[in-house]
């Protein structure tokens, strides 16, 4: 399909040119994907990890958030203490670093839009406007049921609060999680807390495209709209698509995406930002920059 270009460590010319072709650019089309949330210290693994999880690591052998997702756990109560405190670290806490806003400060006055893969709704709170955000694969901050039996999703956050406290966990004035000094967290919620489906009474799930039962609920279809008619309005504009951390994981949501219609605009810019996977295809060769180097760096000294 494509032939790739690999290119070098950023330096001073490479950021300057990336400011350069963000002055210039009408509008802002943003791919985000898992290493922009990384550049913003929301690590799924090492100290964060074993800070909240390490009673879950002893017991399941599992060293990194991601894989307890797919864990069997022994009840449902213990499956939903896993993910009270994997919700509210990644969804409801701020980030570490303001990589995030940096990135909205960038954008500036232009006319943008956001496509992400990330489920952790890190753009809001930075500021950046919900409508112009396209979440494509859920949200830590929604439940659905699991069968499905209707396309509905839930808000979880009182709920989820409510499952940390029953486990001994608080929440601070800055929004962090917190473990009272010699407290030993509870494994397990209250039986009265497993959320289940309000129409069917089966179990609920994580609004999160794992199979074929994601639920698209009336939210994502008004976002995908929005998401289609930015594209339209802008197919032969100065538009910058700015990728940030996305891998090869679903390379067909933003990157192919991305590189195909940049391809068929002759008056945009693609422009590719990551750690270790900085690179843009020969055919955009002349209308593209690949800028190897954390995140929240590259954005800080572009700023």
Known sequence: MYSKTVTGKSTKSSLAELRSVLDQA??????????LSVSAGFAYSGP?????????????????MYTGGFTRFASPEEQWAYWSRMIFL????????????????????????VLTTNVDHCFQ???????????????????????????????NETVVRQMLQAQGFSI???????????TVPKRTVPTELVPRC???GAPMSMNLRADATFVEDDGWHAAAAR?????????????????LGVGMNTPGIIKYNFWQQAYENPNAVYACVNQGQAWAPRELEGRSLAVEGDIGEVLKLCG
């Open 172 to 182: 601070q004035e800055d929004g962090a999680l917190a473990l009272p000094l010699g």
């Open 48 to 64: 964060r990890f074993r800070q909240y999880f390490s009673d879950f690591e002893e017991k399941y052998g599992f060293h990194d």
């Open 227 to 243: 998401y289609q008619g930015f594209v339209e309005r802008h197919g032969k504009s100065a538009v910058l698509y700015l990728e």
């Open 198 to 200: 309000p129409k069917c």
């Open 26 to 35: 009408e509008a802002v089309f943003v791919g985000a994907g898992a290493g």
């Open 90 to 113: 990644n969804r409801y806490c701020p980030p570490p670093k303001p990589v995030y806003q940096n990135l909205r400060k960038l954008v500036g006055d232009k006319d943008y839009f």
């Open 125 to 155: 709170k930075a500021g950046f406007d919900k409508a112009r955000l396209f979440y494509t694969q859920g949200d830590y901050g929604l439940w659905q049921c699991s069968r499905p039996c209707h396309q509905k999703t839930y808000d």
